[in-house]
């Protein structure tokens, strides 16, 4: 046996879980050679860091976890060919038993193994069932829907269109390009060309992510009132749910309500903000919907990956577009669409479109432009763009930090329990928002919220006017979610309530009933993801880390509407945008592979 403790000392970034795991694998295995304990080892370490599998040609003939004032510490894998040979002696194939899985150069525990199949096998079951609908049925209700006939492709038409032939689709694109505007004419279009009415539902992964959701898809309806009959705009749901509850979670249980056996009564599913959904999940997704069901993705495959393993939406959603196959570019001509045929290998994805102009970000302001740069690694024009001086951009270097956080905090945060009534201290609470990248560190999250309580309660009152608390933990029985943002403001009679947003609506929960909970003037970026504000700061860390990516960067800054702040050291920054998030899996090779070849 190994002395765990001391491999632990010797070995960087290496978790007892991952140690532990190795071994009792490796006893499963019967097999104690170093090569495969620390093969073992990288599985469950790559799949803390958010990968599915551990990827050889990744890994083969690095060192990995060297401590760096111990020069022998770490482990060297082997070249790829000899470990390649070596796991394949192994009885790990995809139809033993072991708890680990070999194939295709990717080392899986075999309960990620089968989430990746489970739901390439979900994605394919529709991609192999393309749907051929009312072609004059169609044309009308596009014609209806859209207004065609400009000088430019209008690439939310094309999509609405293309998802007439998909029981699969996905729709991408940037901030404010039209995702939900699109789709709710996409719903549209299907319950005007269906033959039955179809039984629709809407789900994203937050309740704040759902709750906006509901919100633009009403909102785009209002606008099609004029366009179509009350039947078809009825179809269209007004309300989205999260995932967990659409699926039906079973208090103090893993699992879920429906599954396999027991699927979900849907037609259509829409889901938003897809990039925040993990493997495991989105598989479990796919297992409760019956064959019949269309399903709708809708996300930016720019942001930042789910927390938990998996990057499904950036595996499927190929950038650039691969272009569309003979067939559905002949297909989308029919309603005078011309699109590009697929001209490269792997080939086409017929079910992906994406949407290119963004009206929120139009080409002409800071936000936008620093948001490509960011996003295609350019740190020294990213940079320039910041200092240039856009009215929409504010760079804040290092030494000014300090003195701005108290000007936002006296601007922006007190005035919101001097507001004249609960609405307008909404409406205050969502004009600004603190964003950083970490909790700890003396600019997290942590901090920040420290700092500003004791300028705004000296007092330390467990509970103050104009307080915006934040719920850290689900509790179905109150109805109050991980993420949800509250408010707390007395009510007619002056006691203090902490009050949450559904819609226009305002629903008060007595504080002695909330589940955990943190006030929350700054947020980590990742709590923000499927949330905007009319104004944000992003403040960057003393120090480069491992954690602040391209795509944490470009999801915090496009959570503002109107304008961003970015406070930090130019270093910082620089090493920010070119560091870019990787997840390895086999999902792509999987599912889209096979149907390319």
Known sequence: MRDLLS???????????????????CAWLHCDEDWLFYSLVGVSHALRQGHSCLLLSAWAGRTEWAVDDQPDSGYRFPALDDWHARLSSLPIGPDEDAPVVYEHQRLYLRRYWRFECDLAEGLRLRLDAPTQPNLKAAREALATLFDLGGNHTDWQAVAAANALFNRFSIIAGGPGTGKTYTVTRVLALLAMTLPDAPTIRMAAPTGKAAQRLGESIRAAKSDLGGRVDLVTLDAIPDEATTLHR??????????????????????????????????????????????????????DADQLPSVAAGSVLADLAERPHPGYSPTRTKALKQFGFTVDASGKNP???????????????????????????????????????LIAGHNDLEWVPTERIQNRISRWVE??????????????????????????????????????NERILKMLNPGRAPFFKGQPIMITENHYGVGLYNGDIGLIWPDDEGQLLAWFQTGEEHRPVAPGRLPRFETVYAMTIHKTQGSEFERVAIILPETPMAMLSRELIYTGLTRARQSLAIAGSEPVWRDGVKRRVERFSGLQKRLVGDQRN
Request: hydrophobic share 45%; aromatic share 8%.
């Open 7 to 25: 491999l632990r000392q010797t070995l960087e970034d290496v978790a007892e879980v991952d140690l532990f795991l190795a071994e009792r694998l």
């Open 246 to 299: 659409l699926l039906g979670v079973i208090p103090n249980q893993p699992g879920f309500r429906h599954d396999a056996r027991n699927p979900l009564d849907i037609d259509i599913l829409l889901m938003d903000e897809v990039s925040m959904v993990d493997l495991p999940l989105m598989a479990r997704l796919f297992r409760t919907l019956p064959a019949h069901c269309r399903v709708i993705l809708l996300g």
């Open 347 to 385: 080939g086409p994805a017929d079910y992906l479109s994406y949407l290119y102009h963004s009206r929120r970000f139009d080409g002409e302001g800071g936000i936008g432009r620093l948001a490509r740069q960011v996003i295609e690694g350019d740190a020294d024009g990213s940079l320039n763009t």
């Open 411 to 448: 601007d922006w945060y007190r005035p919101i329990a001097h507001s004249l009534d609960r609405a307008a201290a909404f409406d205050a609470l969502f004009q600004f928002r603190l964003l950083c990248p970490t909790r700890v560190g003396p600019l997290g999250v942590e901090a920040l």
